[in-house]
């Protein structure tokens, strides 16, 4: 099926009845055909196989559409699950600000008072400075050796302490001497909950995010897992030559265990894009943390670029002139989630190869907005 003609939903939320409500309607389906276009063109342009997109407007309508491919034999749709990557580690720290909020823990205790392998890990390190990456820890991910070690047992399932054992280094730097976004540090987070609950993590994100936020679509692999044909298939430039081949094929159990298994808390959460844009929807508006939590969450931390800090997973930004809080992943697929407080709108968007996203979350909120004055 063409990608001009893939499956587009609309969902409408209305609270208000008779004209009211009519008029919410009309406003929603005059935004569906432009954003479409916008996807489409989106597509187009970045050769990207599939991209799954959602919008959640102030009223709480939703807008979901879709472009491109899943595989050779099939296109992508709204239902389907991608790998979120980096973008795993906002559950994980809001999860770590609940705790603090139960009184169970402090941000600025040291690691060690929740963890007893340590290896070559400071256990003096702060739990803030593992949530907002300035923990100096070696970033696993992005070495040679850990390459080599998921593509030659792709199947493989790491768990935690293996992780911890295989791949430590050298700190890059000195605790706040430096920002870097460590696989590490949020494996560490992963063990500590574990630690504090007596519980897996997926429970905990099961009872406090994903159930009572009507989340059905996302879960955290391993620990988790889901039939193979709700995933959508992962490309990949195997061999370098710029040409993007389908990684998954077919298969009974989820491909690539290893890369995802490998990441665990800080890149294994799988979603679809209506699922991540409601999360970061609920979160940014207080539905997920009180606000004091919500506030250190949020709190200027490392200068990224100009004009923009991290926080404890969330970017806080300004994308034309406006306030924006973001986090992009990428682990084989392509993730990012954009919420602007001024607007009460989220954005999501996940493709199936790894690209930036970044300029497909904002091409929709572009055209949304020009769409809203019109």
């Known amino acids: 099926m063409s990608r001009y003609f893939g499956s587009i939903v609309l969902c409408i939320v209305c609270t208000l009845i008779g004209n009211g409500c009519r008029e919410q309607v009309l406003m929603a389906e005059k935004m569906t055909k432009p954003l479409q276009e916008t996807l489409d063109q989106q597509q187009f342009e970045l050769q990207v196989p599939g991209i799954s997109a959602a919008m959640i407007l102030p009223d709480n309508s939703t807008w979901l559409g ?99 054992e295989k791949f430590q280094g050298e700190p890059e730097c000195l605790p706040e001497e430096c920002w870097g976004e460590s696989a590490m540090d949020y494996v560490l987070l992963g063990l500590m909950i574990e630690k504090i609950t007596g519980s897996s993590v997926s429970s905990q994100l099961v009872s406090r995010f994903f159930a009572p936020l009507n989340l059905e679509q996302t879960y955290l692999y391993p620990e988790q897992k889901y039939p193979a044909e709700t995933m959508a298939h992962m490309w990949w430039d195997v061999t370098g030559s710029g040409e993007s081949v389908d990684v998954v094929g077919d298969t009974d159990d989820l491909p690539l265990a290893s890369l995802f298994s490998s990441l665990w808390t800080s890149g294994a959460m799988h ?104």
């Open 66 to 164: 879709i472009s491109g491919k899943s595989s050779n034999s099939e296109a992508i749709n709204s239902a389907m699950l991608f790998g979120l990557g980096s973008v795993t580690k906002t559950y994980i720290a809001a999860l770590i600000l609940q705790l603090e909020e139960e009184g169970v823990l402090s941000v600025e205790d040291p690691i060690e008072n929740w963890i007893s392998e340590f290896g070559q890990i400071d256990r003096k390190i702060k739990i803030r400075q593992l949530l907002n990456h300035t923990s100096g820890l070696y970033r696993y991910q992005l070495k040679p050796d850990y390459y080599a070690a998921i593509t030659t047992q792709p199947e493989k399932v790491w768990t935690a302490l293996e992780i911890l």
């Open 271 to 374: 979603s679809t894009a209506e699922n991540l844009a409601r999360f970061a929807k609920d979160l940014f508006e207080g539905k997920v943390l009180e606000e004091n939590s919500l506030e250190k969450m949020l709190a200027p931390g490392p200068e990224l670029y100009a004009g923009a800090h991290y926080g404890y997973s969330v970017i806080i930004d300004q994308v034309n002139g406006k306030t924006a809080y973001w986090h992009s992943g990428g682990a084989g697929y392509s993730s990012i989630y954009y919420y602007f407080p001024e607007d009460g709108l989220s954005i999501a968007v996940l493709c199936n190869l790894m690209v930036d996203p970044k300029p497909i979350a904002i091409a929709l909120y572009e055209m949304y907005l020009r769409n809203l004055s019109l």
